[in-house]
Structures are given as C-alpha cells and as structure tokens.
C-alpha cells in the first residue's frame, strides 16, 4: 500500500529503516502512470514502507528534497535519502531501484 | 477502453512488416505512424538490393507498401506517441490525445539522430526536462530555457510563459540565419520571453542544472526544456534498456521489458530496407508468442 502524506506527517519517513517516497502532482500525466506499478512493488517488497507526496501541496518539502521533475521517486534510510528513480519506470526496474539501496 | 493484442509504432518498412505478420497471425493491432508511411523510404533514389525487386525507387517501394497494407486491409492510426509505459501486466501508449492500451509493443521508429547536449543526460530530471506540460509547476516565478526543434514548441514555451518570471526561447528550426530566427513572434501576455538565435552548446550547474552555455553567451536558469520531434528510445519507453543510443535486443528482439520487442533502425545498423522488413517479421512472431505464452499462464 502507498500511503498518501504530507508535511506535518513526514517524520513517519524519517522515522522509517526503508522507505519509498514518490513525489507526485495530479496535474502530471507519468506520475499517474507509475502509481499503480508502485502499488504493485508495494505488494511485493512489504518490508518497506510506501508514501505518496503531492508536491503541490508540500512545496516545503519538494523544496527540500530539490525536486525538479516529477514523478521523483526517493528511497529513503531513516529520511536520508539514498538512491531515487525521477520518471516513470516498470515494475523491475523500480525494484531493483530500491533494492540497490539495501 | 479497446485493449489491443499488438500496438506497432512506426511506418517504416520495420512497422509494416511487423504489421502483416501480426495480421496474417490474426492478432488485434494497431499500427500507429503517418499516412506517407516512411520519409526514409520515399525520399530514397534508388534501391537495388530488396529481394525480388532488382531496381526500384524508394517513391515506388512505398506505392507498393501501400497496396499491401490495403490487401491485407490494415489501416495506420496517425497520431505520435510520446510515452509507452510498461504497466506490468499490459502497456499504456501516450498519443496526442488519447491513450491506448496494447498487451505487447512493437517498437519501429526509426534512429534518432540528434544527439545529447554535453550534461543534458547529467541533469536529466535535475533541471532539465523533456515535458513542458508534465514540469512547468515546477518552476512557478523562476527563469527557464527552451530548446524547441520545430515549430509547434512554440505552444509550449508560451505555456511556460504563463508560469514562469522569464522564458528563453531557442529555436533550432527556421531560416538559416539568426535574423530569421529573430523574427519569431511567440505571443505572450506578460511579455517575458526572449528569442536567442544562439546555438545552445552545453548544461551545467551543481546539484542541479544552473546555466546553459551557448555559442555566444551563459544564460542563468533554472531549468532547461529540450523539446525533440523525435523521442531518444529510453525517453520514448521508460526504464527500456539501450546502447548507443539504440534499443538492447537479443535475438527474437526481445527487449529489456517483457512484452516490448523492437526491430528496424532503432534496434542498430546496418541501416537498410530488407534488413529492418525482416526484423519486423520476427519481431511480430516473436510478439505472438508472447501473447501464446500469457494466454496459457491465463
């Protein structure tokens, strides 16, 4: 499952050993492509945690992370973040994104 | 929505041989590219090495692809597709207004030629974008660039007009002289757009992109729009495999993601007729036996 965040809730990133953070907007065409694959990987690697950020919404935070393009999808160790897929990607591809972070 | 067996794209020898496979295997399809079929195709003088046809005109190759998709009654959608996403179990293409859904993709669009700025790869999503549409929230009151390579672009920058504090606009089509170039008139409300007739050379910048170099000046941005009539393979299907520029194929072309296969140019050289026609027979088998091979997993 990818959980839906904002600002106020960020801590439960920073407060994760392994999360996934895609920083989407409604207005944009492949983040709304690759939200059902990341609903698929959320399936499969259920050791991580899965959060969704509007940018729009959150503009403090996309500021922070430096987010430029859209969908930027950030795997984060304890809020830190340690490797990102930005675009949309298949389903192996995103996997292999996240587990190169372990 | 129609969910297709096969979406083919391109017109080229490749795309229509890929075309009357598939049609012949009795697979649903949809070949999308142009009318005119292959300007590659027509504008070629003449071609001597195609079996069975000792001497022909490209003009006259294409006439006789036309009669053989109007035999076989296959019918090419023209629209341009700019995104195939790869959705696990089927594939979404993004054309200019709508969106089609195939089981399997068969690339066939030819070799890009344009190659990348030095840093455009860099700082790909660190500043510089190939969707307007898609990233100018993104930069809300900043200063931004754009590359259009042909005239419809320029829809786009004045788009980033709307959002943006300030807009440069570098036209890499038009006259053969800076002057002609200077004489595009983009309309805008705010009137914050300057037409460069520079030749942009090089992106740099830090962590992300801050400056795009040209043949006469450094213009501080922050984000770079480079908008292509064609598509680079991996911009065109995300996370597609590629080398030098051309899709990672094997020998049933089967490429990085399963279910997308690819044949013709785009797959490497040598670029010719018989070669890419034959790539897209195989390609087109090896997409029917793909979709055999789902059906019986069901």
Redesign the interface.
């Known amino acids: 499952m990818v959980k839906v965040i904002n600002q106020a809730e960020f801590d439960e990133v920073r407060n994760s050993e392994l999360a996934v953070v895609d920083f989407s ?1 409604v ?4 983040c709304k ?2 939200a ?2 990341l609903e ?1 990987v959320s399936e499969e690697l259920t050791d991580v945690r899965f959060f969704n950020v509007d ?2 919404k959150n503009m403090d935070l ?1 500021q922070e992370y ?5 969908p ?1 999808i950030l795997v984060m160790k304890k809020g830190k973040v340690v490797n990102s897929q ?8 995103l996997v292999e994104v996240i587990n190169n972070a372990r | 929505m129609d969910r297709f067996d096969i979406a083919i794209i391109g017109t080229g020898p490749a795309g229509l041989e890929a075309a009357i496979t598939a049609k012949i295997r009795n697979k649903k399809i949809l070949l999308i590219g142009n009318k005119d079929l292959s300007l590659k195709v027509k504008k070629a003088h003449l071609i001597k090495n195609y079996l069975g046809i000792p001497e022909i005109s490209g003009e006259k190759l294409a006439d006789n692809f036309e009669r053989h998709l109007s035999d076989m009654e296959i019918e090419i959608t023209e629209d341009k597709i700019s ?1 195939v ?4 179990d089927y594939f ?1 293409l ?1 054309g200019a207004d709508v969106m089609y859904e195939a089981d399997s993709v068969i690339l066939a669009t030819g070799v890009v030629l344009e190659k990348a700025y030095p840093g455009e790869q860099e700082f ?4 510089v ?1 190939y ?1 307007a ?3 100018a ?3 809300k009151d900043k200063t931004v660039a754009v590359i259009g390579y042909s005239q419809k672009e320029e829809a786009e920058a004045a788009f980033l007009c709307e959002v943006c504090e300030k807009v440069y606009y570098l036209p890499m089509y038009g006259g053969a002289t800076p002057t002609d170039k200077a004489a595009i008139k983009i309309p805008t409300v705010k009137e914050n757009i300057e037409i460069i007739t520079d030749k942009p050379k090089e992106i740099k910048g830090g ?2 992109a801050d400056v795009l170099i040209t043949s006469g000046a450094e213009l501080k941005v922050d ?1 770079i729009f480079i908008l292509r009539e064609s598509v680079a393979p991996s911009q065109l299907v ?2 597609l495999a590629t080398e030098d520029n051309h899709v990672k194929v094997n020998r049933k072309l089967e490429t990085s ?1 399963a279910g997308c296969f690819a044949c013709g140019d785009i797959t490497g050289a040598p670029y010719q007729y018989i070669k890419a026609a034959g790539e897209g027979n195989v390609a087109a088998l090896s997409a029917v036996a793909y979709l055999d091979e789902k059906k019986r997993k069901g």
């Open positions: 907007a207005w944009c065409g492949p492509m690759v059902p694959v698929q940018v729009d996309a430096k987010i430029t393009n859209i930027a930005i675009g949309f990607a298949p389903k192996d591809v | 995104s996403y790869a959705m696990g979404a993004q790909l999503g660190r500043g974008s969707c549409t898609c990233d929230p993104l930069y962590m992300k984000g995300p996370g993601i």
